[in-house]
């Protein structure tokens, strides 16, 4: 009779799957989360961001989709963050800049003003000025309304904040509009689209991440 028998010992081979996973599954864990943070943070900044504002300079949409990790969260070089999210197990997408106002917009609100009016910037004035460190400080109301220049106004009907171009009287432009509140209505699908690309990015790199090192740890023994 001709026979062939094959055996297996699971006994080596149960020690070879514990000693992969206690080297192997923190760093497919590790890598995965890294792959899908700048996954994620490059759609927000390229798309996601742009259908929310006019992207005026890169520098702003990279502070607000900062990558980091902890409870607070704090913004990380590739460096520090592959150590960090390693020990954490653990990626923050969020806006280092901590504005009140980019929260209004990823999930909509009142803003109500510490004074008696909110400073609404000129569209067409101050708001193009806006950086990622927010408005300048020369053009904000304080600063202005110190300026011979600038002056309070009434211009039909709605209170303003005004400026001379030259020494002349006019012509002047609207630096800000004056309200009792603003309604800020929800345009940055932040979360939204975060979440959307986790659940669909996060898995498919944790296979891909787990199959590669699945067939370089055993592919020389198996």
Same mark, same amino acid.
């Given at each position: ?7 297996? =010992? ?16 923190? &760093? ?8 899908? !943070? ?14 929310? /504002? ?15 990790? !902890? %409870? ?5 070089s590739r460096g520090a ?5 390693g020990r954490n197990l ?7 800049? =901590?504005?009140?106002?980019?929260? @209004?917009?990823?999930?909509? !609100?009142?803003? @109500?003003?510490?004074?008696?009016? &909110? ?8 708001? *193009? ?6 408005? $300048?400080? #020369?053009? %904000?109301?304080?600063?202005? &309304?110190?300026? *011979? ?16 171009? %030259?020494?002349?009287?006019? $012509? ?5 509009? &004056?309200? *009792?509140?603003?309604?800020? @209505?929800?345009?940055? =699908? /932040? ?21 590669? #090192?699945? %067939? #370089? ?6």
């Amino acid at each position: 009779m001709v026979q062939v028998s094959i055996r297996m =010992n699971f006994g080596a081979l149960a020690r070879d799957v514990s000693n992969f996973a206690d080297k192997e599954m923190n &760093l497919i864990a590790r890598n995965s989360l890294l792959d899908t !943070g700048f996954i994620t943070q490059k759609h927000l900044r390229t798309q996601t961001y742009g259908k929310a /504002f006019h992207p005026r300079q890169s520098a702003f949409k990279n502070v607000i989709t900062s990558l980091g990790s !902890g %409870r607070p969260a704090v913004a990380l070089s590739r460096g520090a963050l592959k150590t960090a999210v390693g020990r954490n197990l653990e990626i923050v997408i969020f806006d280092k800049s =901590n504005k009140e106002y980019m929260q @209004r917009h990823a999930t909509g !609100g009142i803003k @109500r003003p510490e004074g008696n009016h &909110l400073a609404i910037p000129g569209r067409t004035t101050v708001e *193009p000025k806006r950086t990622g460190r927010g408005i $300048p400080q #020369r053009l %904000r109301p304080s600063t202005l &309304l110190d300026k *011979p220049k600038a002056f309070i106004a009434i211009i039909n009907g709605q209170t303003v904040i005004a400026r001379r171009r %030259r020494k002349t009287k006019y $012509p002047i432009e609207v630096m800000h509009i &004056l309200e *009792p509140t603003a309604t800020i @209505r929800k345009s940055f =699908n /932040f979360y939204e689209d975060s979440a959307r690309l986790f659940r669909s990015v996060f898995p498919q790199k944790y296979s891909d991440n787990f199959n590669a #090192r699945m %067939r #370089r740890a055993f592919k020389t023994k198996y």
